[in-house]
C-alpha cells in the first residue's frame, strides 16, 4: 500500500493560493492520485484526481511530477468556506488476486483566516 | 438522488450490545466500504465489498461483520460493543472497483460505547 505523508496544519489567509503537498514514495505504478476534502459532521468530499502532469477542474489544480513520489494540490483564492481537512489519497484498484485497500493519511487541517 | 445514506446519525451503547449500522446507496454502485474515523487517526478501513454476495476485511476488521445481499445495501454490525469501538463511521461507495474511481461518502454515524 502506498503511505501518505502531509503535513497536519496549514494556515492561510483569505484569497490566497494554497498548496498542499502529498509524499508518496512507494506509489505503484498503476496508482491513481486522489484528493478529498472534509467539513466538521460531514463525510469526506471528492475534489480532483490524476495519475501524471497536472490537473485542473473549477475547484483546485493537481500538480503530478514526472516520477509521481509527490503531488500538490493547489487551491486559488482560498475563502473562510474552505476551511476544512484535505486527504491525499493513493490506492490500487482490487485485481482478483489481493485485496482492495485505498488508505487515507491523516489529512491536513487548512485555517483560512479573515 | 439521495447519494449514500447512513442510519442512525448518533447512537449510544452499552458494553456488550450489539448494533446494525445501516448504508444504502441509490446510485447502483458496485463497491462499497466502511471506514471508522478517530481523533488523529484518519479513516481507516474496517470492510468493503466489490459487488454483492462479495465481502473482504479492511486494516481493522476486528469486532464487525459485514454482509452484501443487493447491490444498495451495505450493513455494519458490531456483534458486542466495547469502548474501543467509540468513533464516527463512515460509509463509501464508488461506481466501479477500477483505481479511478472515486468515493462518494455518507455523512457518518457518531457512535458511543459506554
Known amino acids: 500500500l502506498a503511505k501518505t505523508t502531509q503535513p497536519i496544519s496549514m494556515d492561510s489567509y483569505e484569497g490566497q493560493e494554497v498548496n498542499i503537498t502529498c509524499s508518496h514514495n512507494?506509489?505503484?505504478?498503476?496508482?491513481?492520485i486522489t484528493w478529498y476534502q472534509q467539513f466538521p459532521s460531514q463525510g469526506p468530499r471528492f475534489i480532483i484526481q490524476?495519475?501524471?502532469t497536472k490537473v485542473t477542474n473549477e475547484v483546485a489544480s493537481l500538480f503530478i511530477p514526472a516520477d509521481r513520489k509527490s503531488s500538490t494540490l493547489s487551491l486559488p483564492r482560498v475563502s473562510l468556506s474552505d476551511t476544512a481537512v484535505y486527504y491525499c489519497l493513493v490506492g490500487s484498484a482490487y485485481s482478483g488476486a489481493g485485496s482492495y485497500q485505498l488508505t487515507f493519511g491523516k489529512g491536513t487541517k487548512l485555517s483560512v483566516i479573515p | 438522488n439521495a447519494g449514500v445514506t447512513q442510519t442512525p446519525k448518533f447512537q449510544v451503547l452499552k458494553t456488550g450490545q450489539s448494533m446494525t449500522l445501516q448504508c444504502a446507496q441509490d446510485m447502483n454502485h458496485e463497491y462499497m466500504s466502511w471506514y471508522r474515523q478517530d481523533p488523529g487517526m484518519g479513516l481507516r478501513l474496517i470492510h468493503y465489498s466489490v459487488g454483492a454476495g462479495i465481502t473482504d476485511q479492511g486494516e481493522v476488521p476486528n469486532g464487525y461483520n459485514v454482509s452484501r445481499s443487493t447491490t444498495e445495501d451495505f450493513p455494519l454490525r458490531l456483534l458486542s460493543a466495547a469502548p474501543s469501538q467509540t468513533s464516527v463511521y463512515f460509509c463509501?461507495?464508488?461506481?466501479?472497483?477500477?483505481?479511478?474511481?472515486?468515493?462518494?461518502f455518507g455523512n457518518g454515524t457518531r457512535l458511543t460505547v459506554t
Open positions: 463509501a461507495s464508488s461506481y466501479s472497483n477500477h483505481r479511478s474511481s472515486p468515493l462518494h
Open positions: 512507494n506509489i505503484a505504478t498503476n496508482d491513481y
Open positions: 490524476g495519475y501524471k
